[in-house]
């Protein structure tokens, strides 16, 4: 089959267009999905719908890449390996749409595919028509992966790696398992947490409402909004104001745990991009101080930028550092909140479940061991060692804590339940699970005391 080498795509809707670069990116550079989308909605200049419809089309295609795959590999008469990059592409955008997207007409998700790839040559069009009208004639009744394997069935149509699905299986059983695949394979609602020092969560709340949207505390927390639908003209609005930040309440709840106060020194390790150090700023006031640290540049500008945005800056420095060799006296709260596998945040960062392997557990608990060896140098006798992750793995978790309390006879577990709702503990630690909390993404903390 033969394909044209430049491609161009007039007469294809700008959200479209743009799906199909980043998701190409995204096969073939290994690009992250949030950063290209960053970037791309702040400099596209697409109007809101064209927005809406991009975050969409790429979220969708990443989500369920795999059961499109298996759907789209049904009806093709070659494997879909073969296709290049481009047709494949267009191939999973028109699949995404004609099976999720109710309101996108079935004959424009086929014709604005085949526009682009025509540039591609006639057997591309070709191809990508045919198979998409395919998939529209048997949506109503599409084929089913073997039952007899459960780990492969439920990966298939969850679309997920088969080691998550077989980890979750064998850890919650199938019935909580398919519980926790479902939830995150839903697109998240927005959480705001509220800035105490601008405005009050009521008066986010009755400003959201005058506007028509429907929000509510978070049951966990009430620094925490939840808005379903808002429009981004009214986001950046209230960004703008500096009332609110986009921040799970899961990362909050780890913030409330760390309960800084006023007069209180605190370190934030691998502290980029800055919402939990900002969070704390918010809570300390101009009485103490926070040193954000992170071995990343770029990001630490990102949460100097969010600072100066909140108005919090003031009590804050920020430090570019591997956290394993930073030098700095002790203080009353070292917060750690160290890389992990990011498990808990597939709702919103669905290339995660593609990007991990599961020999990356391993890695990363070793990195966060070593981590944790150095932030425990840097707490004050009688101060406080906050550990947290966003991920659902004991591997990153309990047992690195677990390891770490047997080697530190000096350090204490306090349990969360005295800081959080029990609710969201077990067994003296923060765990939230995105299938048992509502709108939480899935988090882990530790609140570890030093003795006197």
Not at 127 to 150: F, G, I, K, M, S
Not at 237 to 254: F, P
Not at 265 to 283: F, R
Request: hydrophobic share 40%; net charge neutral.
């Amino acid at each position: 089959m033969a394909y044209a080498d430049q491609p161009s795509s007039e007469g294809v809707s700008p959200a479209r267009r743009w799906a199909w670069e980043i998701l190409q990116r995204v096969e073939r550079d290994g690009a992250y999905v949030d950063r290209l989308l960053e970037v791309t909605l702040r400099r596209a200049g697409l109007r809101t719908p064209d927005r809406a419809l991009l975050t969409e089309l790429v979220h969708g295609v990443v989500r369920w890449k795999r059961w499109l795959d298996f759907v789209l590999q049904a009806f093709a008469e070659h494997p879909l390996q073969r296709y290049p990059l481009p047709i494949l592409t267009a191939l999973r955008l028109g699949a995404y749409q004609l099976l999720y997207l109710e309101r996108v007409p079935a004959y424009a998700a086929v014709h604005q595919m085949v526009e682009l790839v025509k540039p591609y040559g006639k057997a591309a069009a070709g191809l990508v028509n045919a198979l998409l009208r395919t998939l529209q004639r048997h949506r109503e009744a599409l084929p089913e992966p073997a039952a007899e394997d459960v780990v492969r069935y439920l990966s298939l149509v969850h679309s997920y790696p088969e080691w998550i699905v077989r980890r979750w299986v064998e850890r919650f059983g199938v019935e909580e398992a398919v519980q926790l695949l479902q939830v995150q394979n839903r697109r998240p609602r927005l959480s705001f947490r509220v800035n105490l020092q601008r405005v009050q969560p009521e008066e986010v709340l009755r400003w959201l409402q005058e506007r028509g949207r429907q929000a509510w505390h978070s049951p966990y927390t009430a620094r925490s909004v939840i808005v379903e639908n808002l429009p981004y003209e009214e986001l950046q609005e209230l960004l703008g104001r500096g009332w609110v930040s986009v921040h799970d309440v899961s990362a909050l709840l780890v913030v409330e745990l760390a309960a800084v106060a006023p007069g209180m020194q605190v370190l934030d390790l691998c502290g980029a991009p800055g919402g939990k150090a900002c969070a704390m700023a918010e809570q300390l006031g101009r009485e103490g101080h926070i040193t954000v640290v992170d071995v990343h540049p770029g990001r630490l500008k990102v949460a100097e930028r969010e600072a100066q945005r909140l108005g919090v800056a003031a009590c804050m420095s920020f430090v570019v550092s591997d956290a394993r060799s930073l030098r700095h006296d002790p203080v009353d709260v070292v917060l750690l909140d160290a890389p992990c596998s990011g498990l808990g945040t597939i709702a919103k960062k669905p290339d995660i479940k593609w990007r991990r392997r599961e020999s990356d557990l391993r890695a990363l608990s070793q990195l966060q061991r070593e981590l944790l060896e150095h932030a425990a140098e840097l707490v004050r006798p009688g101060g406080v060692l906050v550990y947290s992750t966003c991920t659902t793995e004991p591997e990153e978790n309990e047992e690195v804590v677990s390891q770490f309390l047997q080697r530190h006879a000096e350090f204490v577990l306090e349990p969360a339940e005295l800081w959080l709702p029990a609710s969201v503990c077990r067994e003296g630690y923060l765990q939230t699970l995105p299938h048992r909390h509502q709108e939480c993404d899935g988090a882990f903390a530790a609140r570890l005391r030093r003795r006197e």
